[in-house]
């Protein structure tokens, strides 16, 4: 069955670095991959989509690679700030049905 | 522009009972989905509506749970008879994606209902 993995410990990291997730899926062929943001008590907020014939995409402080060969794609956060704090969710698309990961919190301190 | 509206935003009650779900999507948007959060996991897809036409169903318990999404706007979700299992967050998301294949469309998510049940 398809599964599709997330750091389940929360990433801590110091204001201005660069936070780095991982998303990795098995026994599935997305058309495309999608990033969200989750804030307690809120819905996921859509960030990034990238497709499968795409490497990478940008957007604002914002990079995600996408590499369907290792089955992974890699979500970076560049000089990040508090109000980063969240935890960031991944899923996969096929025929506008998105499967998500469990998410990954990032707490990003001053 | 107004975002998904949900309600209630929270829920409690006993096992055995019944609990509805109401969701307003966004003017226009043509696809709904029903999500459950439980605590700690990403949503998972329950049904999906195209206008008022079912698209998806697979993961839907369809022993105690039910959706509608009459007239293609308006959607309830309502489960009957509840069990504590069913505690979770319940995701209401729109978006403007018709169907075409090898397209998609960005998903917008309402707050959620939080339902407990005891």
């Known amino acids: 069955s398809q599964k599709i993995e997330q750091n389940s410990e929360a990433l801590n990291i110091q204001e201005g670095k660069t936070a780095t997730l991982t998303c990795n899926y098995t026994?599935?062929?997305?058309?495309?991959l999608q990033w969200y943001r989750q804030d307690p008590g809120r819905g996921p907020v859509f960030l990034l989509l990238?497709?499968?014939?795409?490497k990478e995409k940008r957007k604002e402080r914002l990079k995600v690679t996408f590499d369907t060969t290792l089955k992974q794609s890699l979500f970076h956060i560049t000089a990040s700030q508090p109000a980063d704090s969240a935890t960031y969710l991944c899923?996969?698309?096929?025929?506008?049905?998105?499967?998500f990961g469990k998410g990954n919190q990032v707490v990003v301190i001053p | 522009e107004a975002g998904v509206a949900q309600s209630p935003r929270y829920k409690i009650i006993e096992k055995r009972q019944s609990v509805a779900f109401w969701c307003n999507p966004i003017?226009?948007?043509?696809?709904l989905y029903w999500y459950q959060q439980i605590l700690g996991q990403g949503p998972k897809l329950l049904i999906q509506?195209?206008?008022?036409?079912?698209?998806?169903d697979s993961q839907l318990p369809k022993d105690r749970f039910s959706a509608e999404r009459l007239k293609g706007v308006d959607s309830t979700l309502k489960i009957q008879p509840a069990k504590l299992e069913d505690s979770a967050v319940y995701l209401c998301a729109s978006s403007s994606f018709y169907g075409r294949t090898g397209s998609t469309d960005t998903q917008y998510f309402g707050p959620g209902t939080r339902l407990t049940v005891l």
């Open positions: 990238i497709r499968e014939n795409e």
């Open positions: 509506f195209q206008n008022n036409g079912v698209v998806d």
């Open positions: 899923a996969l698309e096929r025929n506008n049905r998105l499967a």
């Open positions: 026994n599935y062929s997305p058309a495309y």
């Open positions: 003017s226009g948007h043509a696809t």
